[in-house]
Protein backbone atom coordinates (compact mmCIF):
# COMPACT_ATOMS: atom_id res chain seq x y z
CA UNK A 1 0.00 0.00 0.00
CA UNK A 2 1.42 3.36 -0.89
CA UNK A 3 1.35 5.94 2.01
CA UNK A 4 -1.34 8.85 1.89
CA UNK A 5 0.02 12.15 1.58
CA UNK A 6 -1.84 15.31 1.73
CA UNK A 7 -3.48 16.49 -1.41
CA UNK A 8 -1.33 19.31 -2.99
CA UNK A 9 -2.79 23.11 -2.90
CA UNK A 10 -3.83 22.77 0.74
CA UNK A 11 -2.91 25.65 1.52
CA UNK A 12 -4.64 28.24 -0.65
CA UNK A 13 -5.69 32.28 -0.19
CA UNK A 14 -8.84 34.09 -1.33
CA UNK A 15 -10.35 37.40 -0.17
CA UNK A 16 -12.87 35.51 2.20
CA UNK A 17 -11.93 37.36 5.24
CA UNK A 18 -10.71 40.83 3.96
CA UNK A 19 -11.91 43.28 6.45
CA UNK A 20 -11.95 40.99 9.13
CA UNK A 21 -10.58 41.07 12.14
CA UNK A 22 -10.18 38.52 15.00
CA UNK A 23 -7.89 37.89 17.84
CA UNK A 24 -6.04 34.52 18.22
CA UNK A 25 -5.15 33.29 21.59
CA UNK A 26 -2.68 30.25 22.41
CA UNK A 27 0.29 31.08 20.11
CA UNK A 28 3.40 29.91 22.14
CA UNK A 29 5.72 29.66 18.85
CA UNK A 30 5.84 28.47 15.48
CA UNK A 31 4.66 24.81 16.14
CA UNK A 32 1.33 25.95 17.55
CA UNK A 33 -2.02 25.15 16.33
CA UNK A 34 -2.93 28.42 17.02
CA UNK A 35 0.01 29.91 14.70
CA UNK A 36 -0.96 27.78 12.02
CA UNK A 37 -4.43 28.91 11.85
CA UNK A 38 -3.27 32.70 11.99
CA UNK A 39 -1.24 31.79 8.95
CA UNK A 40 -4.21 30.37 7.23
CA UNK A 41 -6.56 33.18 8.17
CA UNK A 42 -4.01 36.08 7.76
CA UNK A 43 -3.12 34.63 3.78
CA UNK A 44 -7.75 34.87 3.68
CA UNK A 45 -6.90 38.27 3.98
CA UNK A 46 -7.95 38.83 7.98
CA UNK A 47 -6.37 41.37 10.72
CA UNK A 48 -5.19 39.62 13.51
CA UNK A 49 -4.30 40.37 17.06
CA UNK A 50 -2.59 37.86 19.59
CA UNK A 51 -2.27 37.54 23.35
CA UNK A 52 0.66 36.22 25.04
CA UNK A 53 0.73 34.62 28.38
CA UNK A 54 3.32 36.56 30.42
CA UNK A 55 6.64 38.51 29.52
CA UNK A 56 7.96 35.15 28.89
CA UNK A 57 6.36 34.52 25.36
CA UNK A 58 6.30 38.20 24.30
CA UNK A 59 8.44 37.95 22.45
CA UNK A 60 7.93 34.89 20.26
CA UNK A 61 4.63 35.87 19.45
CA UNK A 62 6.05 39.51 18.57
CA UNK A 63 8.31 38.15 15.94
CA UNK A 64 6.04 35.68 14.78
CA UNK A 65 3.06 38.30 14.37
CA UNK A 66 5.80 40.30 12.58
CA UNK A 67 6.06 38.05 9.74
CA UNK A 68 2.47 38.65 9.51
CA UNK A 69 0.51 41.82 6.93
CA UNK A 70 -0.29 44.43 8.10
CA UNK A 71 -0.57 45.79 11.81
CA UNK A 72 -0.70 43.25 14.80
CA UNK A 73 -1.88 44.31 18.22
CA UNK A 74 -0.63 42.25 21.19
CA UNK A 75 -1.84 41.97 24.27
CA UNK A 76 -0.67 40.27 27.47
CA UNK A 77 -3.59 37.82 28.95
CA UNK A 78 -3.15 34.98 31.62
CA UNK A 79 -6.72 33.33 30.83
CA UNK A 80 -6.62 32.92 34.64
CA UNK A 81 -7.38 36.14 35.33
CA UNK A 82 -10.19 38.01 34.91
CA UNK A 83 -8.65 41.70 35.22
CA UNK A 84 -6.51 39.99 32.29
CA UNK A 85 -9.35 39.18 30.19
CA UNK A 86 -11.42 42.23 30.71
CA UNK A 87 -8.05 44.78 30.08
CA UNK A 88 -7.58 42.60 26.44
CA UNK A 89 -10.74 43.39 25.53
CA UNK A 90 -11.05 46.89 26.22
CA UNK A 91 -8.06 47.75 24.42
CA UNK A 92 -9.31 45.48 21.16
CA UNK A 93 -12.27 47.89 21.41
CA UNK A 94 -10.54 50.66 20.62
CA UNK A 95 -7.80 49.19 18.40
CA UNK A 96 -10.33 47.13 16.33
CA UNK A 97 -13.39 49.11 17.12
CA UNK A 98 -15.14 45.20 16.46
CA UNK A 99 -14.26 42.08 16.05
CA UNK A 100 -15.43 38.93 14.03
CA UNK A 101 -13.99 36.43 15.21
CA UNK A 102 -12.21 35.15 17.99
CA UNK A 103 -9.87 31.51 18.13
CA UNK A 104 -8.94 29.63 21.64
CA UNK A 105 -6.28 27.22 21.30
CA UNK A 106 -5.52 27.53 25.08
CA UNK A 107 -5.54 24.55 27.38
CA UNK A 108 -2.90 23.33 30.58
CA UNK A 109 -3.30 20.86 32.90
CA UNK A 110 -0.04 19.99 35.38
CA UNK A 111 2.36 17.36 33.76
CA UNK A 112 1.95 15.02 36.92
CA UNK A 113 -2.15 15.20 35.35
CA UNK A 114 -1.09 13.58 32.04
CA UNK A 115 0.27 9.98 33.08
CA UNK A 116 -0.88 7.42 35.09
CA UNK A 117 -4.55 6.88 36.38
CA UNK A 118 -6.93 9.04 35.93
CA UNK A 119 -8.11 8.08 39.62
CA UNK A 120 -5.50 10.05 41.17
CA UNK A 121 -6.58 13.42 39.64
CA UNK A 122 -5.99 16.00 42.38
CA UNK A 123 -8.70 18.60 43.23
CA UNK A 124 -6.20 21.01 42.48
CA UNK A 125 -5.46 19.70 39.69
CA UNK A 126 -8.99 18.66 38.40
CA UNK A 127 -9.42 22.59 38.93
CA UNK A 128 -6.69 24.21 37.47
CA UNK A 129 -7.62 22.01 34.21
CA UNK A 130 -10.87 23.32 33.85
CA UNK A 131 -10.26 26.30 34.79
CA UNK A 132 -7.44 26.92 31.65
CA UNK A 133 -8.83 24.47 29.13
CA UNK A 134 -12.53 25.31 29.56
CA UNK A 135 -13.92 28.15 31.94
CA UNK A 136 -11.38 30.16 29.85
CA UNK A 137 -14.25 29.78 26.90
CA UNK A 138 -17.44 31.33 28.73
CA UNK A 139 -14.76 34.06 30.00
CA UNK A 140 -13.32 35.04 26.58
CA UNK A 141 -16.88 34.76 25.02
CA UNK A 142 -18.79 36.77 27.24
CA UNK A 143 -15.55 39.41 27.40
CA UNK A 144 -15.89 39.29 23.48
CA UNK A 145 -19.49 39.58 23.43
CA UNK A 146 -20.07 42.84 22.75
CA UNK A 147 -17.28 43.48 19.92
CA UNK A 148 -18.87 40.48 18.29
CA UNK A 149 -22.15 41.36 18.52
CA UNK A 150 -21.76 44.59 16.23
CA UNK A 151 -21.59 42.95 12.95
CA UNK A 152 -21.84 39.13 13.96
CA UNK A 153 -19.04 36.68 14.85
CA UNK A 154 -17.75 33.34 15.05
CA UNK A 155 -15.72 31.59 18.23
CA UNK A 156 -13.51 28.06 17.43
CA UNK A 157 -12.17 26.32 20.19
CA UNK A 158 -9.68 23.41 19.79
CA UNK A 159 -10.11 20.30 21.18
CA UNK A 160 -9.40 16.42 20.74
CA UNK A 161 -10.98 12.99 21.18
CA UNK A 162 -10.32 12.26 24.96
CA UNK A 163 -13.36 14.76 25.70
CA UNK A 164 -15.47 11.63 24.53
CA UNK A 165 -13.13 8.40 24.52
CA UNK A 166 -10.90 7.26 26.75
CA UNK A 167 -7.01 7.72 25.79
CA UNK A 168 -4.45 7.09 27.97
CA UNK A 169 -2.62 9.94 29.99
CA UNK A 170 -4.90 12.15 28.58
CA UNK A 171 -6.85 11.82 31.88
CA UNK A 172 -8.05 15.06 33.49
CA UNK A 173 -7.74 17.14 30.28
CA UNK A 174 -10.26 14.64 28.85
CA UNK A 175 -12.41 15.98 31.44
CA UNK A 176 -11.77 19.44 30.93
CA UNK A 177 -12.13 18.43 26.97
CA UNK A 178 -15.41 17.44 27.49
CA UNK A 179 -16.58 20.21 29.41
CA UNK A 180 -15.21 22.29 26.50
CA UNK A 181 -17.01 20.70 24.15
CA UNK A 182 -20.40 21.10 26.20
CA UNK A 183 -19.42 25.17 26.90
CA UNK A 184 -19.19 25.61 22.95
CA UNK A 185 -23.09 23.42 22.55
CA UNK A 186 -24.35 26.02 25.63
CA UNK A 187 -22.36 29.00 24.68
CA UNK A 188 -23.55 28.93 20.61
CA UNK A 189 -27.35 28.56 22.16
CA UNK A 190 -26.34 31.83 23.90
CA UNK A 191 -24.45 33.78 21.34
CA UNK A 192 -26.87 32.45 18.07
CA UNK A 193 -29.80 35.05 18.84
CA UNK A 194 -26.59 37.70 18.31
CA UNK A 195 -25.48 35.78 15.48
CA UNK A 196 -22.15 34.97 17.00
CA UNK A 197 -21.72 31.10 15.72
CA UNK A 198 -19.63 28.96 18.22
CA UNK A 199 -18.25 25.80 16.96
CA UNK A 200 -15.37 23.33 18.00
CA UNK A 201 -12.25 21.19 16.31
CA UNK A 202 -11.29 17.97 17.34
CA UNK A 203 -7.89 17.88 15.90
CA UNK A 204 -5.88 14.72 16.06
CA UNK A 205 -2.18 14.63 17.44
CA UNK A 206 -0.65 17.40 16.59
CA UNK A 207 3.68 17.64 17.84
CA UNK A 208 3.32 20.75 19.84
CA UNK A 209 4.88 22.04 23.29
CA UNK A 210 1.36 21.29 25.24
CA UNK A 211 1.07 17.52 23.29
CA UNK A 212 4.65 16.59 24.34
CA UNK A 213 3.22 17.02 27.94
CA UNK A 214 1.56 14.14 27.47
CA UNK A 215 2.48 10.71 28.47
CA UNK A 216 3.53 8.06 25.57
CA UNK A 217 2.62 11.14 23.06
CA UNK A 218 4.83 9.51 20.04
CA UNK A 219 2.90 6.71 20.53
CA UNK A 220 -0.77 8.12 20.45
CA UNK A 221 1.05 9.73 16.87
CA UNK A 222 1.90 6.61 16.04
CA UNK A 223 -1.46 4.45 16.86
CA UNK A 224 -3.33 7.66 15.11
CA UNK A 225 -1.24 7.24 11.81
CA UNK A 226 -2.05 3.20 12.36
CA UNK A 227 -5.39 2.84 12.91
CA UNK A 228 -6.75 5.98 10.81
CA UNK A 229 -8.43 5.58 7.46
CA UNK A 230 -6.39 7.98 6.13
CA UNK A 231 -2.88 5.77 7.14
CA UNK A 232 -1.07 9.34 8.35
CA UNK A 233 -1.08 12.32 10.89
CA UNK A 234 -3.33 15.21 10.68
CA UNK A 235 -1.30 18.33 9.69
CA UNK A 236 -1.62 21.89 11.11
CA UNK A 237 -2.53 23.45 7.55
CA UNK A 238 -5.46 20.67 7.84
CA UNK A 239 -7.03 21.98 10.93
CA UNK A 240 -6.52 25.75 9.75
CA UNK A 241 -8.49 25.08 6.66
CA UNK A 242 -10.90 23.77 9.04
CA UNK A 243 -10.68 26.62 11.15
CA UNK A 244 -11.04 28.98 8.08
CA UNK A 245 -14.02 27.48 7.24
CA UNK A 246 -15.69 27.66 10.45
CA UNK A 247 -14.67 30.95 10.86
CA UNK A 248 -15.51 32.13 7.23
CA UNK A 249 -18.84 33.16 5.67
CA UNK A 250 -18.28 29.16 4.04
CA UNK A 251 -19.63 28.45 8.10
CA UNK A 252 -22.51 30.31 8.27
CA UNK A 253 -24.93 27.79 8.69
CA UNK A 254 -23.05 25.81 11.66
CA UNK A 255 -23.22 26.42 15.27
CA UNK A 256 -22.85 24.14 18.17
CA UNK A 257 -20.83 21.47 16.17
CA UNK A 258 -17.77 19.71 17.23
CA UNK A 259 -15.62 19.13 13.91
CA UNK A 260 -13.55 16.65 13.84
CA UNK A 261 -10.26 16.71 11.93
CA UNK A 262 -8.45 13.36 12.69
CA UNK A 263 -8.03 12.09 9.67
CA UNK A 264 -10.86 9.90 10.33
CA UNK A 265 -9.28 8.04 13.52
CA UNK A 266 -12.69 8.85 15.50
CA UNK A 267 -14.70 6.44 13.28
CA UNK A 268 -12.64 3.27 13.68
CA UNK A 269 -13.50 0.74 16.26
CA UNK A 270 -10.38 -1.01 16.36
P1 LIG B 1 0.73 24.92 22.37
O1 LIG B 1 1.44 25.45 21.21
O2 LIG B 1 1.56 24.57 23.57
O3 LIG B 1 -0.45 25.92 22.77
C1 LIG B 1 -1.10 25.90 24.03
C2 LIG B 1 -1.26 27.32 24.42
O4 LIG B 1 -2.06 27.47 25.62
C3 LIG B 1 0.09 27.99 24.72
O5 LIG B 1 0.20 29.19 24.00
C4 LIG B 1 0.00 28.21 26.20
O6 LIG B 1 0.82 29.26 26.68
C5 LIG B 1 -1.47 28.53 26.34
N1 LIG B 1 -1.86 28.62 27.75
C6 LIG B 1 -1.73 27.69 28.72
N2 LIG B 1 -2.15 28.20 29.89
C7 LIG B 1 -2.56 29.47 29.65
C8 LIG B 1 -3.08 30.52 30.46
N3 LIG B 1 -3.29 30.37 31.77
N4 LIG B 1 -3.40 31.70 29.87
C9 LIG B 1 -3.19 31.90 28.55
N5 LIG B 1 -2.67 30.95 27.73
C10 LIG B 1 -2.36 29.75 28.29
O7 LIG B 1 -0.06 23.57 22.01
P2 LIG B 1 -1.20 23.23 20.92
O8 LIG B 1 -1.14 21.75 20.80
O9 LIG B 1 -1.07 24.08 19.75
O10 LIG B 1 -2.54 23.56 21.72
C11 LIG B 1 -3.56 24.43 21.22
C12 LIG B 1 -4.93 23.83 21.49
O11 LIG B 1 -5.10 22.69 20.63
C13 LIG B 1 -5.16 23.33 22.90
O12 LIG B 1 -6.50 23.61 23.29
C14 LIG B 1 -4.98 21.84 22.76
O13 LIG B 1 -5.65 21.08 23.76
C15 LIG B 1 -5.61 21.64 21.40
N6 LIG B 1 -5.32 20.37 20.74
C16 LIG B 1 -4.03 19.98 20.55
C17 LIG B 1 -3.77 18.78 19.94
C18 LIG B 1 -2.35 18.32 19.76
O14 LIG B 1 -2.14 17.11 19.54
N7 LIG B 1 -1.37 19.17 19.81
C19 LIG B 1 -4.82 17.97 19.48
C20 LIG B 1 -6.13 18.41 19.66
C21 LIG B 1 -6.36 19.62 20.30
P3 LIG B 1 2.10 28.81 27.59
O15 LIG B 1 3.05 28.13 26.67
O16 LIG B 1 2.57 30.09 28.16
O17 LIG B 1 1.60 27.88 28.67
Known amino acids: MTENTMTE ?78 SVFEKLGSDFGSLDFLVHCIAFAKKEELAGRTIETSREGFQIAHDISSYSLIALAKAAEPLLEKNGGSIVALTYLGADKVIPNYNVMGLAKASLESGVRYLAADLGPKNIRVNGISAGPVNTLAARGIA ?19 EIVEVANAAFFLLSPLGSGITGEILYVDCGYRIMGA
Open 9 to 86: NVQFTSGFLKGKKGIVLGVANKRSIAWGISKCLSSHGAQLAFTYQGERLKESVEELSKTLPGESPLYSCDVAKDEEIK
Open 216 to 234: GFTTMLDSHRNRAPLKRNV
